[in-house]
């Protein structure tokens, strides 16, 4: 029921919308200059009415965007007023002819696409409205000056029609709207989608607009009319947009924004509880194996023979508290992750891998390890940070802690790779361990999996990786290291965006 009612309540709309635009063109069969006047004074008035409810509810409006067009709209349609004015035939102002209402109606087309766009810039930034008031009173006053003093470039001759300056000038307008019909779409998120599409409405209207008054050479020929045509259609797009939906409704824009309030913190208290029951199930893990250690220690002191034996659990201990220490740097550059910085470098990607294999050697000197390198170079950069170093890490370790063959192997391999148009440095880091089933390929890299006994010890880190990874606009996944045949080993497969030196 009540989407019938909202149904017929925009047919009736529309339907007196259709009316009233039919009854200003015919105005065009009696005068034209009746129907100029009409069609300027319909947008005028609209633009005058959005400046007072943007005005009066300044501290009300959540969006900069709406602010930022509703305070233009009254320079905007104060020039217009005066374009009006100074339209041929009018005899209201002294020296008003086609040139001159050509001139004052490029500069506030020209403030009106130069205020879209800065509405769209403050989107997300706060603007002082008192602030806006003065600039826009500065930059038009200067203009109507300019203008009425005969510096500004003559946009109409008679006899010739439409200068190049004027026709030049409306096609950069239409370039400027063309942007921000872009820039819109970027930043959707931050509309509803019947704010969105009605604001992209204005926009192409006003495209339309503005292509016909670049074909007249009259200012009584049917371009002129067409252009003003698409104008009120334009502005009763704006109206819609402004205030039927941006500021009749803003209890909707309120909920937009508490719903991505309620997102945010979501997406926060999920992290924190992960941290959470990270710390209470892998540090009581550690601690656990600690205290086995300590208490072997005490039976095996009671015996000096075995001292290789106590050597052996205090080496366990030791080996414990570091993973515990690299545990809780790990929880530290998690948590900090959404905090790092998102422009990165070129770095050298080889000597990193070169310098932690190295340590991961020096890490387990008492098993079997052969780490072997393929096709290294000292010249593979990348768009990352340090961070990257922990990827390796992370991964070698893994190969190297769950992985009981003797002897373990590790391939280390960097090459390059293209795809989908861009240059990128594929890392493969291939072991001989027991592998990994494909049904769980992808979910290693889940933050639940932690939990899993059988991959004890990867949750966070794999998390990590994959985190940092995706922060390098990269990609990760895992394939078999024998293809068929997952139980031969694993091969981590990385992805990073090439760089230049």
């Known amino acids: 029921m009540r989407k019938l009612i909202i149904v017929k309540k925009a047919f009736l709309e529309s339907g007196l919308f259709s009316l009233i635009l039919i009854g200003v063109i015919l105005t065009r069969l009696y005068n034209y200059l009746l129907f100029h006047t009409i069609a300027e004074l319909y947008s005028i008035v609209i633009a005058s009415v959005i400046f007072v409810i943007a005005w009066t509810m300044r501290k009300e409006i959540d969006s900069s965007f709406f602010l930022v067009l509703g305070i233009s709209s009254f320079f905007i349609a104060m020039i217009d007023f005066i374009h009006t004015l100074a339209y041929p035939g009018m005899g209201i102002i002294y020296g ?40 826009y009173s500065i930059i038009s006053g200067i203009f109507i000056i300019i203008i009425f003093i005969g510096l500004f470039p003559d946009t109409f001759i008679e006899g010739s029609g439409l200068t190049p300056f004027k026709i030049i000038s409306e096609y950069i307008i239409i370039l400027i709207l063309i942007v921000a019909i872009i820039l819109i779409h970027r930043t959707r998120a931050e509309f509803s989608r019947n704010i969105y599409y009605l604001i992209i409405a204005f926009l192409v209207a006003l495209i339309i607009s503005e292509f016909s008054f670049t074909l007249y050479l009259s200012a009584y020929e049917l371009p002129n009319l067409i252009g003003h045509v698409i104008k009120i259609i334009a502005f009763y797009f704006l109206y819609k947009a402004m205030i039927q939906i941006g500021l009749k409704n803003p209890v909707e824009l309120l909920f937009r924004k508490l719903n991505i309030s309620r997102n945010k913190f979501e997406e926060a208290y999920n992290q924190a509880n992960f941290l959470k029951d990270l710390i209470a199930h892998d540090i009581n893990n550690l601690l656990q194996v600690i205290l086995f250690g300590v208490g072997s ?100 370790m893994n190969a190297v802690k769950h992985n009981e063959n003797r002897p373990l192997e590790i391939i280390a391999k960097i090459s390059r790779e293209s795809l989908k148009n861009k240059n990128y440095l594929k890392i493969e880091l291939m ?31 794999l998390s990590l990786v994959k985190k940092i990874i995706d922060l390098f606009e990269g990609k990760i996944w895992i394939e078999d290291r024998i293809k068929g045949d997952y139980s031969k080993g694993c091969k981590f497969v990385i992805l990073i965006p090439e760089a230049t030196k």
């Not at 390890?369 to 990827?391: P, Q, R, S, T």
């Not at 933050?447 to 990867?458: P, V």
Request: hydrophobic share 40%.
């Open 96 to 135: 008003g002819d086609t040139n001159l209402a050509s001139q004052l109606w490029i500069v506030a087309r020209f403030m009106q696409a130069f205020s879209i766009l800065l509405g769209i810039w403050s989107i997300n930034r706060k603007v002082k409205p008192s602030i806006l008031l003065v600039i």
């Open 297 to 396: 220690c005490r039976k095996l002191i009671k015996s000096s023979e075995k001292y290789e034996d106590l050597n052996k659990k205090i080496k366990l201990i030791e080996n414990q508290l570091i993973d515990g220490a690299n545990l809780v740097s790990n929880v530290i550059k998690f948590s900090e992750m959404e905090e790092l910085e998102k422009t990165f470098l070129p770095i050298e990607i080889s000597h990193i891998l070169k310098e932690t294999i190295k340590h991961v050697e020096n890490a387990f000197q008492e098993r079997d390890l052969n780490i072997k390198i393929e096709y290294m170079e000292n010249h593979f950069y990348a768009y990352a940070n340090d961070l990257i170093g922990e990827v390796f890490e992370n991964i070698l």
């Open 431 to 461: 072991d001989n361990g027991k592998g990994i089933d494909d049904n769980r390929k992808k979910e290693l890299f889940e933050k639940e999996i932690r939990f899993d006994r059988s991959l004890f010890g990867m949750g966070l880190g």
